[in-house]
Structures are given as structure tokens and as C-alpha cells.
């Protein structure tokens, strides 16, 4: 089953979520921001360009336009091969782990997988940076003391989608979680619905704007 529904980012930029549910232990979310906008694209290059231009006028030097076009080029490749992030994908399985993947502008995949058996909890977390933002994230146990956190792993860190976008992700992730720690010889467990509270935690990161 697939359905696709609108949010916001922290910006107030359009979000598009689709969740595709394969089966009850695994579920895949899709967060896609918007394209690259030719206008931008447009506005950047010519500033850029003219900029150079006025350069040549006083120096009446053709290498001033020559590196402006290589500069220009080779700041687009990078800024869609390293930095613009279109697509953001969750996918998590209850036998095997969660995997995080982020689909770059110019084709690129950068992918993370957590096996499950180091998952502690998926939680929203709380921080404050000039005014108060959301984020989703997953505590991995600590080898050594199981019921320690060793690493907190953000999701969704360029899309950054407001609450009620958060919300809808971690309450599928709960159940996920929930039908994966249920003992298998009590068939009561699976039936126990999980909390559809969201747990949010506060970080201590605090920035304050002059």
C-alpha cells in the first residue's frame, strides 16, 4: 500500500511524504523536497557573470571571464553532487534493521544501515536554535552497557520537516519496533497496540541570534 501526503519543512518549504507499507514489519518513507529552481539557477549564473564582466571592463584581462565560467561549472557539479539532497528515504524492517538514504541532485546515493539488534529506540528529539525545532533520530545501544545510548543517529537532516511530518513517520516506526520485541511465544504482545504519543527528548543545544 503507497499513499503520499503534503507537509512543511521549518522554513515553511512544500514536502511531499509517500509511505509505502509492504507488509506489517516493513515499512519505507520517502521524503522529497523541491527541485532545483532554473530561476535561481538563472539569477546566481548571471550575477556571477556580470560580476566578471565589470572585472574584465576595468582589467581588460579574457582570464577574469574564463574563470568565471570554470568557478561557476564547478561550483553547479558540486552543489548538486555534495549538497542538494531531492529525495530522503527510511526504510525499516523489523528483522533486519533500518536503512537511511539520501538521493543527491545529480543522481548520487549515499545510503546507512543500522542492524536492528543495535537499535535502542526512535525517539523526536527537541533543540533550540533561534527558536524551537524538531528532529527525528535513532539511539543506538551502547556495545558495552546495553542500556546506555552510544550514538544518536539525526534523520531527515536536509529536508528538516516540521512536527506533524515527524510524528507521522515515528508512530510507524513505534509499531515496527513494538512487533519486533514482542516475545514470539506470547501472541497477546503482538496484539498490544503501541503508543501513539511521541516521545520527544529535549537537546541541550542551545544558539541564540543577536
Known sequence: MENEQSFSDICGGRLALQRRY????????????????LRSLTVVTS???LAAYGLFTVCENSVVLSAAIFITLLGLLGYLHFVKIDQETLLIIDSLGI????????????????EMDKVKDVIINEAIYMKV?????????????????????????SAKPRLDCLI???RSCQEILAHQK??????????????????IQKASIVSRGK
Open 168 to 170: 507521522e513517520v515515528y
Open 47 to 49: 550575477t556571477v557573470w
Open 133 to 157: 525545532i524538531y528532529y527525528l533520530c535513532i539511539l543506538l545501544k551502547d556495545p558495552v552497557e546495553p542500556h546506555e545510548i552510544s550514538q544518536v543517529v539525526p534523520v531527515f537532516q
Open 182 to 199: 514482542a516475545p514470539s511465544t506470547s501472541p497477546q504482545a503482538h496484539q498490544k497496540a503501541p503508543s501513539t504519543s511521541p516521545s
Open 99 to 114: 536503512q537511511m538514504t539520501s538521493s543527491y541532485a545529480s543522481g548520487k546515493e549515499s545510503t546507512t544501515f543500522i
Open 22 to 37: 509492504y507488509s506489517p514489519s516493513c515499512r519505507e518513507f520517502c521524503l522529497s523536497s523541491p527541485r532545483l529552481s
